[in-house]
Every structure is written in C-alpha cells, then in structure tokens.
C-alpha cells in the first residue's frame, strides 16, 4: 500500500453531528476552515491533487436521521442526499420511474465508490454526472438554512452555483422529483394502450474509456412524439467534465409542437452546437464536445421519429 | 489448436504464487517494514528546467524526528545513475532538467515529519526555459540540456540507393505517425525497504529486473564494494520495463547508510508518474514505394525519439525502432534514420515492446496504406513482400532462422476473424444504427528477443539438491507478474518428473542466485528453458549416481520421478529426496551460465531470434462520439514450443490489453515540461469494460528440426501488433487513415446521416 504524503501532522477534527441543525451549527462555527462530508470520494481526490486545501473540521453527515431514505411525499419522490449512489442505483422507485437517472447513476465512478459517494455530494459537486438527468426530470432541492427548509429548483441553483464567488453554508437535505401522472404509467411503456403518444429517453455518457471514467459530455434527452409526427414534450439536458450542467430551454420552445422531420433535426443540432458551451480542457476540445452533444440529441429525436428521416422516405 | 484452458489439459497449472497474489496474502517488497525504519522522501524539482543556485536544508535538519537530509554533497561515490550509461544525477548540483529530477532526500520517523521537512528545504531556481519538443531541441540554436549536446544518439542503416529506388517506383505513401507517452501503471509503485545490517553489509529489499546491474549501482553511488550490498528483488508488483532502471534505490540506500536505520520508501502514485519511466514518444516519418505490380522497391524512415533528459536506455530502444520498421519485408533499396534526443519532458525508457510497438505501427500503416493504392487485399501484399525463410535479419544480419513468418501469415488468413473481413459491407455501417461502423485490420511484426549485438546479454542458473531433499533451482531471474515461477516450475515438472512438491524456486536475491542476466527482451523463460537443457543430463546423472551407490543398483536402471528414484520398470521407489539429501558425499549442484544466442554481425543491437506475430482485429467505431470499441481479437504467435499455456495465454492477452490503452487512451500529456496527467484519475488505463471482446491465441509451436534454441519470447509480442491493427480496422469501417496515437475521437466523428442536406433534399 502507498504511503498517503498528503498526511499532515495535524489531523482534521471529524464532527458527527445528529441533527441537520446541528450539523449548520458546526459549518457557522467553523466556516471557512471546515467542509460537510459525506461519502468524502470527490472531497479526497481534489485535497489529493492540491486542487483544494484539506480543512481543519470535517463534518460528518452521515449520522444524520432520515437523510438515506428514498420515498414517495406527497409531490413525488424524496430522495436523502446521503443516499450512496448504489442504493439509489438499485432502487425499484427510481428504476420505475426516472430510469435516466438510474443509468447516469450507474455510469458514476467504480462500484467501491458507489458504494461510498452519496447523490447529495454528487449534486453538490455542481458538475456530478447525475445531474443532466436530475435536470430532466425537474428536480428540486430541498436545503436546510440553519431554521427552516427551503425547496429550490435544481435549474435555478445550478445558474447560481455557477455564478463567480457564489457560496453556500446550506446543507443539502434531499432531492425531490415530481411523479407525473404519465411518467408514472412508466416511462417506457411505448405501446401503453392509454396513451398514443410515443415517448422516448436517454442518458449518455461520454468518457475517455468505458467505464470509470470522467465525463467529456453528458446528455439527457426525454420527451414524447404525437401519433401525427409531433414532438409533444421534450426536455434536454447536457453537462459533463467541468461544464456545468444545463437545460437547453431555449430550443426545448422552439421545437416543441413542431414535426419531427429533417428541419427540424438540423434546428435543434445547430442550436445544440450554439448553446451547451462545454468547458474543454487538454483531453477534449471545446467542438468535440459541441459535436458529441449535438450528435446525441438529435440520433435521440431521429430514432424516435421512427428513423425515416434521410433515408429517402 | 487455440490455446486455452480446455486444450491445455491437465497442461494447465495452478500458478503458484497465484492465490496467495489473489487473495492480497503475498507480502510485497514494499509491503516489508521494519521496527526502528525511518521514511525516506525525495525532494524534486519543481521546474522542467532550472539552474539551482542554491539549496538550504538547515532549517528541515533542526525539525525534531527528521535524522537525515541529503544532498549532492553527501554522495560518497558516483552521484549518477543509468543502466546503459550513468548521467543521471542521483541528486542535482546546479542543474534540474525535469520535474522529477531528485535534489535532496530525506530520513524522519514518521511520514509527516519528513513530508514537513522537504517543505522546509529552501532551493532557489534560476528558471530556465524549457527545451520540450525534440524537434527543436536539435537545432543549433537550442539550449544544451548536456555539455555533449542534446542528440544521445543517432542511428543509421543503408541498403542500396533509396533516392534512386524511389525513381523506380509506381506508387509511393508518405506518412508521419505519432506515439504516444505511456505509463507501465504497474500497481505496485516504486519503494523498497532498505537495511544496514550489523555486519557492515546492506540489504536492499526493492522491485528491480536485474538485481546484479542494481548492486553494481548502488556500488558506485556508495562507493563500497559490491559485495557489501544483497538486492532481493521479487516478488514484484508490476513492471513491464519500468523498473529495470534504479529508481528509489540510490535514495533509500544513501539514507539507510548515512543514518545507520532501516529506511522504508514507497512512491506515491503522484511521485511515481512524475519521477518513473514511460515509453519514449515518436514521430517517425515514412516513404515507401513498390512498382507496378506492388514489390516493395525502396522504404525510407526517419525516427524522432523524445528521450527525456537522461540516457537510461534511450539509444538502445532507438537502435531496436530502427531495426523494426525494416521489420519482416524485402526492399531493394532501405535508408532508416533515428535520433534520440535530450528534452526536459519526462524520462523515458525501457518499456515492454522495447521500441517496436512504436515502429510497427508506422510500418504496418504503410503496409496498409501501399496495399490500398494498389487496389490489393492487405494480407496477400504483405505476403508479396514477406521475407523468404533463409532471408538475412533486418539489420542483414544472420538469425536463426524459421518458418514463423509464414506460419503466421497463414494462420491469420485462413482465420474466421479475417474471412469475415470480406464480408463487412462498405464502410462498415450497420444497417439498424447506421452510425456504428465494423470494420476488420491486421498486423504482423518480427520481434527481436535479448539485448541484441553488442551488449553483455548473461544467461544460466543452477539447479541443486538442498539439505532438506528439495530440488532447488536457483535463477537470477524475477517474477513481476508474469508467470517465470511458473514457467520455471512448469518445466521442472515436465523435464525432470519432478513433483511440485519435490521442488523450491529461488530468485531475485543477489547473495543466492547466479547473475542470470537481466529479467526484460523476452529472454527470460527462453534463457531458463535454455539452462535447463544444459543441467538435465549432468544434474540428472548426479542425483542417479548417488542413489545408484545407495540403494545398490545401477544407476542406468534408475529414473527421476515424484518424491524420489524409481527404477526405471516399475513403479517402486527406491528412495527419496530427502533420503538422498542425507546421504554422505559432496553436495549436489550443478551450474551452467552461457551468453544469450547473437548473431555474428558488428551491428550494434542486432538480434538472432526473433518472434513472429499478428493479429487480427475487429473494431465498432461509434461516429456520434468517434469512440472504438475492439470487438475480437484473433492473435497467431510463433515462439516455439509453449512452456506455461496459462502464462502463454496471460501474457498475449495482457500485452493485448496494454496495446490496446497504447492506441485507444493512454498518454502521459505533458505541457512546456509538466505532467498534465498526474495521477490515474487522468491518466486511464483500460477497464475490463474496455477489454470485454473475446480473444483467441494461435500458439504456432513448430521449430526447425535441427533448432537448438527452443522457446523464443512471448513477453512482448503481445503488446505490438495491435495498435496498427486497430488503425486498419478503423480505415475499413470509415475510410480514415488514423497517424496518431491515441487516436483522437474527434478525428472519427461524422454528423449524423439524415442531417446531410444531399440526403436530406425533400
């Protein structure tokens, strides 16, 4: 085994709080010089390259009560933020009815460090994998502010996160995603006798090899195509590497209501291209990304539309 | 047949130093502490390239638990290093010429204190600025990295009239390709356990693959004699060349003298990337013409080799590229230029492969290249140009000669995976998802084993009868992963009818074994096969005599056998091991040590045996993310007889899967001399989830009849082919010429079909 060189003759003190109170109580007193760990797997790997300082106070969350449970509430799905990414990979809920999520999930890291990693430290991270299809789904968060619980859309976080010199002393208490009434039909139920919609979704994730793997770029694409060719719904999202996560609202508007044919696929391509701006770095460029992404949304829309478009139909 | 477990029969062994490495039990070197240690660190540089004006350590010696801070000044014997030729500095004077490049090392009691005082060594830099592209670094107006310049080496080799040849030709390729910086990413990194023992002498308990060229290191850095040092050297964790080359050692020794304790070292992943080994980078420039009918007339090469800033063994890795891209085809006319040049990037080294992984990718792409323009089926071209049984070696030279090319060439052609290659429809698109294209390469290479001409290439071992009746066989040989103890037992077993408890292997201690030579050039197994060959009648003759006076017979009429003598009819034993162990008289023991076979040439580096193989590939290439998949992989080796099929098998697929990380992701980046892949979270290596294709191994076993060399080396061969392959794959699945390595996925990437406006002209 490798000496750990980054150890340090004084140790970080390693709070465990009880109570989500509590656990504000300690980042108020410590502040700067502490930082909310819960699986601690992306936490060690930047303390380890020097990208960020080890702090002198670690807290704990995982003797949090009630932060691990997944659960239908009363407007959808709750999810503790110190779920580990295994469990939720392996949750029947989550698995019925936000299957792009499960599969971001299962394309996070290596299974020891599932086995570790929480979604809530996925999310926090700003950049985790699971995000873009979160993103999908409409998911909001639910924080803790040191007297009450606040719920926020995932979407208006991520434009604030990425804001210069943003800070947030919050802790994430969970993750809420809406049941609706169709997605809860199943979302893959293509024939479903209640419907004429054709509905259609997926998750990808592009890295530098297979399997645990950082993400270059990030998809997620979902929505539903009418029996006469129309895109009904749509909703993407792209992310990956250090790019933070977004929607792609803007050409979601522009296409919705219109047919699916080859117009409209080169639309939503171009304007992939103009509006997911990837951060590159020295593994992939910028318009590798661009074009990855591109290429994702629309083979997505295309396999949906029953893949007659270009080929001379 | 292929090789695998159900054709192996009861062939197939158990390794035995398997359960213990898969169930963690095994101790490694690195694993070893000892009471009273200290933890030795090393300072290194923080820049590529810098003059040091000064280095203050008082205030890290004052820190309370730190016992020892070195510098230069503090080497008593030669403050340098290097297999072929020491000029790297075990810790820097007044220059530092890469990030890894050592300045002080430290003793302290724990991790923490002497992590604390390398921070409080205070070294002031004059930062110079860099030389990092070989390219620039040898014109004349480039800063000199060593006052003989930066070229370490050029090489050259003519056959008839290039220029002339050219004129002659109906088609000429020109190309340039492009190697990348590979990591070995053994899993055990650099470190060892270092003991001044009461008797003066030092024990030096660290991974290497020649234990006697780390004594005479060490020798001259400490200035004592070689016999005051033992290097025990297995088992290791990994190392695919990468720890042939002294890397803690000079450290751990110097601290283990100088403060008369056990020192412990351990490389953390960080230091061992920035400080170890990778494959030199190269840029190799190609012409290569035939005439009308496809002969090969003439082949041109220059090869631009990124050595880093010390020797290690940067000329003779160069000197092996050079004799590899003539490889195995005939040309009228030949003109190969090398050179090695001095940067401030990374070290670079010996590394599986050895140089030709690098050179048969540009060989075989021109192979490929000249086989389309001629509208030929890649296969039957080379097989027009292929070298003729009796055919000199690249270099002219003599080499033992076989039917391997042939053998080869006829196995990957007549195999399913090839034939199907004829059948992927152009371009290799799938109908269903008309982005995923399939397409089908080859390639072949010659592979030199041993050190080659000119180069002192040892070889022996000794097999002995120990007091407690065990069959000792003694090699100076290592086990890093590879299976040697295996191949080693293996061969006991089937040669001499030994048990497997009858017999105790003992390597890597430099007090104990024979200098057997170096354990790297795929000469290893060859060499044990070799020595063994040459023990078995007197070592055989020794132990039946003995038993013959004992148990009162002849000893024509006995034989070796599980446990002990038998009589040659029948089934009875005469007596045991452990019974003639106990028997008065002189001990039995029988040595041999001889040269690895070379071919009588003065070519400096020249080989006499050569592997020959290939391999056929079948690749899926998404075109929405330019990402390869390698599907199959069909591999044809001929290397003679099969020693271990377990260890035969492991090493094609395990060379297969580094090949495959060579051409698919691997690159240690660096940018104006840093490491931008610092650790393995950047630096990827394949997954089982890259390598889930099936692979088949063709072991080709025939020899000539009247060979005498036996086994030829599989340690490499397994690494080379498959990156020219893969690029010929991706050629059939989307009509692209891949020249560099890894393969950049923007490269492969198309915008989707039905977004064309021809298609799309509704």
Known sequence: MSMNVQETLTSPLVWHPQTAAEAWQYKQTYGIHSVFVAGGTLLRTHWESGAAPMPQHFIDLSAIRGLNEIRVGEEGLLIGGQSKLQECRTNPLLQRHFPMAVDAIRSIAAPSIRNLATIGGNIASIVGDSVPALLVYDASLIWYNGQTEQEEKLSDWLLAAGQSGYRNDRLLLSLKLPLKSETSRGDRDENSTNSKMKRFGAFHKVGRREAFTPSVVTAAVSGSITDTGLLNKIQIAVGGGQTI????????????????????????????????????????????RKQTAANLIVTELWKASGRFIGQGG | MLLNRTSSGGRWRIRPDGPA?????????????????????????????????????????????????????????????????????????????????????????????????????????????????????????????????????????????????????????????????????????????????????????????????????????????????????????????????????????????NTGRPIKMHNSRWESVRAGLKRHPMKITMKTGTDADGKLLAHQVYIISDTGPYSTLGAEVLNFATEHVIGPYRYEHLDVKGVSVFTNNGMSGEFRG??????IFALEGQMDRLAERLGLEPWAFRKLNMRQLDDLGPFDQPIAMTEGADQVWDAVSTSPLWLEREKIPLEGQSAAEPWIKTGIGAAFTMHGAGLGVGIPDPAGGRLELAVDGKIEAVFGYEEFGQGLIAALEQMLIEQFDFAQEDIRIIIGDTDVVPDSGSTTASRATAMMWKSLQRLHTPFTEQLLERAGAIVGRPAEQLRLSEGGVRKKVGDELLITYGELAKAEGEPIRCETSFVFPTSPTDRVGAHFMYTYSAVAVKVELNTLTGRVKVLQQYHAVAAGPVINPQGFLGQIEGGSSMALGFALMEDAVMEKGHYMTRNLDTYLVPTIADQRGKIEVQPIEHLPENDEHGPRGIGEVGSVTLAPAIAAAIHQASGKWVTKLPIDPSYLQETPFFLSKAVNGE
């Open chain 1, 245 to 288: 996560p977004r929607r792609l609202i803007e050409v979601e508007k522009e296409i919705v209501g219109t047919a699916v044919d080859g117009e409209m696929l080169r639309h939503l391509f171009d304007r992939a291209l103009e509006l997911y701006e990837p951060r590159e770095d020295v593994f992939a460029s910028a318009s590798y």
């Open chain 2, 21 to 257: 490495k898969v169930t963690g039990e095994l101790t490694y070197l690195t694993d070893m502490t000892k009471e009273d240690m200290l933890y030795g660190l090393v300072l290194r540089s923080e820049h590529p390239h810098a003059r040091i004006i000064s280095v203050q350590t008082d205030k890290a010696k004052q820190l309370q638990g730190v016992h020892a801070v070195l510098t230069y000044m503090d080497v008593p014997g030669l403050n340098a290093f290097g297999i072929a030729h020491p000029d790297q500095p075990v810790l820097c004077e007044d220059r530092a010429r890469y990030v890894g490049d050592a300045i002080a090392t430290v003793a302290a009691e724990t991790l923490a204190i002497a992590q604390q005082a390398l921070e409080q060594i205070e070294v002031e830099y004059e930062i110079l600025p860099p030389v990092d592209d070989p390219e620039l670094a040898i014109l004349d107006d480039a800063p000199l990295l060593h006052p003989q310049g930066n070229t370490l080496h050029r090489t050259a080799f003519n056959r008839g009239d290039a220029e002339e040849g050219f004129k002659l030709c109906t088609h000429i390729i020109e190309e340039t390709y492009y190697t990348p910086r590979q990591m070995h990413t053994y899993m055990e990194t650099e470190g060892g356990l270092f003991v001044p023992g009461d008797d003066g002498r030092l024990t030096v308990y660290s991974p290497t693959q020649h234990g006697f060229m780390d004594r005479l290191q060490l020798s001259r850095i400490l200035a004592i004699p070689q016999s005051d040092i033992r290097i025990v050297s297995s088992p290791i964790g990994g190392s695919f060349g990468g720890k042939d080359e002294l890397n803690v050692q000079p450290y751990g020794a110097l601290l283990a003298v």
């Open chain 2, 354 to 359: 050895f140089g030709g992984n690098q050179a």
